[in-house]
């Protein structure tokens, strides 16, 4: 079965720094979506991208942060100044449609 | 789109009984709804979904209520499964592609 899979699981970097989350969409999906969970709290919608472009983003989703498809698998985030604050588990995700969206598993991010 | 505070409540149920997980949601103007399952350490599964013109919707073991005029999304599990044992999230989605997250339930199943 299909699955949307993320590099690395685990990113520690010192604040400041940039890093670029990586992902693998499911091939025939044409919706990608990056959403952020804070330990213990709810999944936040970061942004959505179609058609090699933002579709949508949330007031986290400030200057900061950026969204790549650089080909025509990858889907990058890319946060070019990291906080403290940043530090989460970082999920991606993609649909056929603008609906059933699957998820992957994750990539935690701790800042120092 | 922020219906649910940062509180997870958690729904013990005994192993075969029905399970009824409840959702609250803000934004009148959603138009489609899903029910997420998270287990620990894994991303969000998808459940099931529904639009908002209908009011219930149906999968395996799994239904759906949606109540527009309260604002309110239930998911029913029946005959509930120690696998069933995950924290469950709705989400609403609003304008083209954004999609808001509750706070989650913990259902905890009892063998």
């Known amino acids: 079965e299909p699955e949307v899979t993320q590099t690395p699981s685990h990113q520690v970097t010192q604040m400041g720094q940039e890093v670029i989350l990586r992902c693998v969409p499911i091939?025939?999906?044409?919706?990608f979506y990056w959403y952020r969970q804070i330990l213990g709290q709810k999944v936040e919608f970061l942004v959505s991208f179609y058609n090699n472009e933002i579709s949508e983003k949330s007031e986290i989703f400030d200057d900061q942060f950026s969204v790549e498809r650089p080909d025509g698998s990858n889907f990058t985030l890319k946060i070019r100044s990291t906080k403290l604050e940043d530090s989460a588990m970082y999920f991606c995700?993609?649909?056929?449609?603008?609906?059933?969206?699957?998820f992957g598993p994750g990539t935690r991010l701790t800042v120092t | 789109g922020e219906s649910v505070g940062l509180h997870l409540p958690t729904l013990s149920v005994q192993e075969g009984d029905n399970s009824i997980i409840n959702c609250a949601y803000s934004?009148?103007?959603?138009?489609?709804f899903i029910w997420y399952k998270q287990e620990s350490g894994k991303g969000p599964q998808f459940i099931i979904d529904i639009r908002s013109n209908m009011d219930k919707r149906q999968g395996q073991r799994v239904t759906v209520l949606l109540n527009k005029t309260v604002k309110h999304l239930s998911l029913q599990i029946a005959a509930t499964q120690p696998g069933d044992s995950a924290v469950y999230f709705c989400?609403?989605?609003?304008?083209?592609?954004?999609?808001?997250f509750g706070s989650g339930t913990k259902l905890n199943v009892k063998p």
């Open positions: 934004n009148s103007a959603s138009d489609y």
């Open positions: 989400a609403e989605k609003e304008n083209f592609n954004k999609f808001y």
């Open positions: 995700a993609s649909s056929v449609y603008r609906g059933e969206q699957y």
């Open positions: 091939s025939n999906h044409l919706y």
